[in-house]
């Protein structure tokens, strides 16, 4: 099979495409013929060994998929071969074929296309846990959302829009701000050229209940200044590079609560979370949620979707897409 390769550590062009072994599905596993794999900020991380958690060299990126079920390994009884399904992983989506756990699969919804459903996955389940199983959001709440035009950030501008809340998006740019707002939000704010705190506060006249903050950086703490008391700031990741730090005293003063989402270790912590939010988004998308995808490219084009991601020009999600997608 064909694969996107880093082999050693760097910026996007250390991604090369070769051929390699195909895979065989070991107990438990499933082997996925892919159709489209999306193209996450956590992804670039790992090239770079900036994530986390480090993956040993070589290794094929990639973390979110949607494809066709080709075989299944021993004990395996939730998919058969010729299912279409969703799933995720650490790494090994940029690639025709890969192998994961059935448990890492769902079925891939009939009003999603390909492409689409390869977006789905990840940026929506992590936004639905920030804004629902972290966040305590309710129908009518403000809630703020950073990086607002990303893949998180439009995926929790969409499922919050949808479940009532009312939204401020922030970003860098009114063309990102425009972007957020055709999903719903009712408010943009540029957080280069506009003072955060003040004008989310003008906005909710008085603070804002939810904050959503896939970025970090040096806009985590005016947007926990404009909580209101009592509310909630739930940090998802740092895509501006750096992991802000709180002064804790603002948290006493205001009896604020601070979480974060992990998806790998969500489920052990939460048992029933999983199966709430893929309730809760089984409907909205038979409702017409989809998201929002800007760019698709080719495998063979791997580093120009990576790096659309490191130079933060992506609007919402990018995907590679591989033959049948379409």
């Excluded at 459903?117 to 992590?126: D, E, G, H, I, L």
């Excluded at 939810?210 to 008391?229: C, F, S, T």
């Excluded at 409907?283 to 990576?306: C, H, I, N, R």
């Amino acid at each position: 099979m064909r694969a996107a390769r880093c082999d050693r550590y760097g910026p996007p062009d250390v991604v090369t495409v070769c051929d390699v072994a195909d895979p065989l599905p070991a107990r438990g596993e499933v082997l996925v013929e892919i159709r489209a794999a999306a193209v996450n900020f956590p992804d670039v991380l790992t090239v770079a060994d900036k994530y986390q958690v480090s993956v040993p060299a070589p290794f094929t990126p990639g973390s979110e998929f949607a494809g066709v079920v080709r075989a299944v390994g021993a004990d395996v009884r939730s998919v058969e071969p010729g299912d279409a399904v969703m799933g995720s992983a650490m790494t090994g989506a940029f690639a025709e074929l890969i192998c994961v756990p059935a448990s890492a699969l769902t079925p891939k919804p009939d009003d999603l296309d390909w492409v689409s459903a390869a977006a789905f996955r990840v940026t929506y389940t992590t936004a639905y846990h920030a804004l629902v199983t972290f966040g305590a959001m309710r129908a009518g709440d403000w809630v703020v959302v950073l990086g607002a035009a990303g893949g998180v950030g439009t995926a929790a501008v969409d499922v919050a829009t949808r479940l009532g809340a009312r939204v401020i998006a922030c970003a860098s740019s009114e063309e990102r701000l425009a972007a957020a707002t055709k999903l719903g939000a009712e408010v943009g704010v540029s957080y280069d050229s506009e003072d955060l705190k003040t004008r989310i506060k003008e906005i909710t006249g008085g603070g804002a209940q939810v904050v959503i903050d896939p970025v970090g950086g040096k806009y985590a703490e005016p947007a926990l200044r404009a909580l209101a008391p009592g509310g909630t700031f739930v940090t998802v990741g740092y895509a501006a590079g750096e992991i802000p730090r709180i002064p804790l005293n603002l948290v006493l003063l205001k009896d604020l609560t601070i979480r974060g989402v992990e998806l790998r270790t969500l489920a052990k912590r939460h048992p029933d979370a999983p199966a709430h939010a893929q309730q809760t988004l089984a409907a909205l998308v038979a409702e017409g949620m989809k998201p929002l995808v800007s760019q698709v490219f080719g495998l063979d084009d791997v580093t120009g979707a990576l790096t659309s991601l490191n130079d933060r020009t992506a609007v919402g999600k990018v995907v590679i897409a591989l033959d049948g997608a379409c």
